[in-house]
Nanobody, 123 residues
């Protein structure tokens, strides 16, 4: 059974940091580009970050560039999202996803999705 399970979310203050994890089971992430997306209440799901199979190439949404870092450990079948300098506008449910597609910033390209973890940043 294919599963992606996110963890590490929580309630933090403006300027704090969090590290999200996404553990995969039922398949090997080694063959997939991995991405993080987020969705705030009443808004569309937004691309946050993506990483290539090897981890050598990353891509970020404009709103998180310079603050967030995506990484992966294929041996642990896990993807991470380090979030620094968090802002209230980062508040959302963060989900990880897996794709074999080439446009990793496009949510429709993704094959598998996790349920998400809530991140709340207070001002």
């Amino acid at each position: 059974q294919v599963q992606l399970v996110e963890s590490g979310g929580g309630l933090v203050q403006d300027g704090d940091s969090l590290r999200l994890s996404c553990a995969a089971s039922g398949f090997s992430i080694s063959y997939y580009r991995m991405g993080w997306f987020r969705q705030a209440p009443g808004k569309e799901r937004e691309f946050v970050a993506a990483i290539s199979w090897s981890g050598g190439t990353t891509r970020y949404g404009d709103s998180v560039k310079g603050r967030f870092t995506i990484s992966r450990d294929n041996g642990k079948n896990t993807v991470y999202l380090q979030m620094n300098s968090l802002k209230p506008e980062d508040t959302a449910v963060y989900s990880c996803a897996a794709t074999k597609g080439t446009q990793a910033w496009v949510k429709a390209e993704y094959d598998y999705w996790g349920q998400g973890t809530q991140v709340t940043v207070s001002s």
